[in-house]
């Protein structure tokens, strides 16, 4: 599963730019590739793990939680911006088993909102492990419907806003030692204003952990995907949840969402006023505008550029970011050429 799918990103030069010499311990024998390997392996362990329970689930087999929990407990060992597992959960994006991907990303997504809200590490484990279950009812629906471009008839979409009870009927097995984990697949769908589904319920009344993943679930679904519905920009995407959910979801979970995810999250790509597209490499909380970028391609001159210069836009104040690049039209400038 390549990020940007047929386009490796270049990380040549990211290593001196991104790599902290404080997070390394002294005398560490392990490379810094090795360490990135061992990351994005974790991200397909994830993967492999999810599509594991949906298949246990519709063969009526037990679900191996403890092995949820251990990949769970390594992702939350990074929350540095340019995780691998957190690279791959933004850039990767295929049909094919979307909402076994949506599972995982969730989960990424909501440690990290929850890092940034300071939350300790075993509330963040909990999380990780309810977010990257919180879907398990879609193991219940037909594909026929999960895949449909169509619109789904009313007797579809129930089934659609069903998928709530049936993942939490399933987990329901686990509820004695683990009570958040079926209420987590409840309420996953819920809104703090009763705009959700399947029960209408408010406020506090949702559980902190199915608030935290639901908001993590609409990002994912936003920026991926889907047989319906379309893909937003990055930029596009945190847009949209501020216009249409701002009511939907606390202020501090929406001001944690801003926080993970920049407007320009590292690997998305730009357009600057000089027409020159970059790549974004590094991301700064106090300017989200205005990012780290290695130049990538010339508009004016219809070429890719060789020199691959790196541009702190903090320190150049005459070039700002005008638009978001999508992946798809940068696949068409690199092989138009």
Same mark, same amino acid.
């Given at each position: 599963?390549?990020?940007?799918?047929?386009?490796?990103?270049?990380?040549?030069?990211?290593?001196?730019?991104?790599?902290?010499?404080?997070?390394?311990?002294?005398?560490?024998?392990?490379?810094?590739?090795?360490?990135?390997?061992?990351?994005?392996?974790?991200?397909?362990?994830?993967?492999?793990? &999810?599509?594991?329970?949906?298949?246990?689930?519709?063969?009526?087999?037990?679900?191996?939680? #403890?092995? %949820?929990?251990?990949?769970?407990?390594?992702?939350?060992?990074?929350?540095?911006? *340019?995780?691998?597992?957190?690279?791959?959960?933004?850039?990767?994006?295929?049909? *094919?088993?979307?909402?076994?991907?949506?599972?995982?990303?969730?989960?990424?997504?909501?440690?990290?909102?929850?890092?940034? =809200?300071?939350?300790?590490?075993?509330?963040?484990?909990?999380?990780?492990? %309810?977010?990257?279950?919180?879907?398990?009812?879609?193991?219940?629906?037909?594909?026929?419907?999960?895949?449909?471009?169509?619109? =789904?008839? #009313?007797?579809?979409?129930?089934?659609?806003?069903?998928?709530?009870?049936?993942?939490?009927?399933?987990?329901?097995?686990? &509820?004695?030692?683990?009570?958040?984990?079926?209420?987590?697949?409840?309420?996953?769908?819920?809104?703090?204003?009763?705009?959700? !589904?399947?029960?209408?319920?408010?406020?506090?009344?949702?559980?902190?952990?199915?608030?935290?993943?639901? =908001?993590?679930?609409?990002?994912?679904? =936003?920026?991926?995907?889907?047989?319906? %519905?379309?893909?937003?920009?990055?930029?596009?995407?945190?847009?949209?949840?501020?216009?249409?959910?701002?009511?939907?979801?606390?202020?501090?979970?929406?001001?944690?969402?801003?926080?993970?995810?920049?407007?320009?999250?590292?690997?998305?790509?730009?357009?600057?006023?000089?027409?020159?597209?970059?790549?974004?490499? *590094?991301?700064?909380? #106090?300017?989200?505008?205005?990012?780290?970028?290695?130049?990538? !391609?010339?508009?004016?001159?219809?070429?890719?550029?060789?020199?691959?210069?790196?541009?702190?836009?903090?320190?150049?104040?005459?070039?700002?970011?005008?638009?978001?690049?999508?992946?798809?039209?940068?696949?068409?400038?690199? !092989?138009?050429?």
């Amino acid at each position: 599963m390549a990020v940007l799918r047929n386009i490796k990103p270049d990380t040549s030069d990211l290593k001196t730019n991104m790599i902290r010499a404080d997070t390394v311990p002294a005398g560490a024998g392990l490379s810094f590739q090795s360490l990135e390997s061992d990351r994005e392996r974790l991200y397909d362990s994830l993967v492999d793990y &999810a599509g594991s329970v949906f298949s246990a689930i519709r063969n009526q087999q037990k679900i191996p939680l #403890d092995k %949820g929990f251990e990949l769970v407990k390594k992702m939350t060992e990074n929350h540095l911006p *340019e995780d691998p597992v957190f690279i791959k959960s933004i850039h990767h994006d295929s049909l *094919e088993d979307y909402y076994i991907f949506h599972c995982v990303n969730t989960a990424v997504y909501a440690v990290k909102m929850a890092d940034n =809200l300071k939350w300790p590490v075993n509330k963040q484990i909990e999380l990780g492990v %309810g977010a990257l279950f919180h879907d398990l009812g879609m193991a219940m629906v037909p594909e026929k419907i999960i895949y449909k471009k169509e619109s =789904l008839t #009313d007797k579809e979409l129930q089934i659609i806003k069903n998928r709530p009870r049936m993942g939490y009927k399933i987990l329901m097995p686990f &509820a004695e030692t683990y009570p958040w984990l079926p209420v987590c697949a409840l309420q996953a769908h819920e809104r703090i204003d009763g705009s959700g !589904y399947p029960d209408g319920i408010k406020g506090d009344d949702i559980h902190e952990y199915a608030q935290l993943s639901g =908001l993590a679930g609409v990002y994912e679904a =936003l920026i991926h995907s889907r047989p319906q %519905g379309e893909k937003y920009l990055y930029s596009s995407a945190v847009k949209e949840i501020i216009r249409t959910n701002k009511k939907s979801f606390k202020s501090q979970y929406l001001k944690a969402l801003l926080n993970v995810f920049s407007i320009f999250p590292i690997y998305s790509y730009v357009r600057l006023n000089t027409d020159i597209i970059g790549k974004v490499l *590094e991301t700064y909380p #106090d300017q989200p505008m205005r990012p780290k970028i290695q130049v990538v !391609y010339d508009m004016k001159k219809h070429s890719p550029v060789s020199d691959k210069r790196i541009v702190n836009l903090p320190d150049n104040s005459l070039l700002n970011i005008v638009d978001s690049i999508s992946e798809t039209d940068i696949k068409g400038l690199f !092989y138009n050429e």
